[in-house]
């Protein structure tokens, strides 16, 4: 037996045994093949902050051991900041709840109803409105060689792209009279 007061002689031997269990798992740890776990980022971080917060919980047993207060030691910031990577660690592995967005149908259609609604006269009703059937369908652009044979033509074409219908008509009524002069 040891000439320490048996409470503290208990706390000296679990330290010892604690000491030496933590030491066979570091040897183990130190002495297994890296390059198998290289890959995998996660563990690869685990491991780095096991082995950070295993030495730096050590040098604070050291510390303490020596009579010297690890809460002044900047040892004790270091352990917190581990700490706050252990938790970012551990929040990587549990499965964050999807956000579950429902959608109010009925306020949709009145907000559609209400801005659609706008553009069109006399009709404020609270349904959504009905789609406007598409009539006229787009055609394939002309090609440059029949743009180049419509350039080429004696009497010009109209190019009322820009022009209202009417105005149209009338632009090509006048060319066909100034054709027929």
Do not use: W
């Amino acid at each position: 037996m040891s000439d320490l007061p048996e409470p503290l002689d208990l706390c000296v031997s679990q330290l010892e045994s604690n000491l030496s269990e933590l030491e066979s798992t570091l040897n183990e740890l130190l002495e297994s093949n890296f390059e198998e776990v290289r890959n995998d980022q996660a563990v690869v971080a685990r491991l780095n902050v096991a082995l950070a917060f295993a030495l730096n919980s050590c040098f604070f047993m050291l510390l303490k051991t020596q009579g010297v207060s690890p809460k002044e030691h900047p040892v004790k910031k270091e352990l917190d900041r581990i700490k706050t990577y252990i938790s970012k660690l551990n929040d990587l592995d549990t499965p964050k709840p999807t956000p579950t967005t429902k959608v109010n149908v009925e306020a949709a259609g009145r907000v559609l109803a209400h801005s659609l609604g706008s553009n069109q006269k006399g009709s404020r009703s609270s349904s959504p409105p009905k789609p406007v059937p598409v009539t006229k369908s787009i055609g394939k652009p002309k090609s440059r060689s029949t743009e180049l044979s419509s350039s080429r033509r004696s009497t010009p074409q109209p190019r009322a792209a820009h022009l209202q219908f009417r105005e149209y008509q009338k632009l090509r009524a006048e060319s066909k009279t100034n054709e027929k002069d």
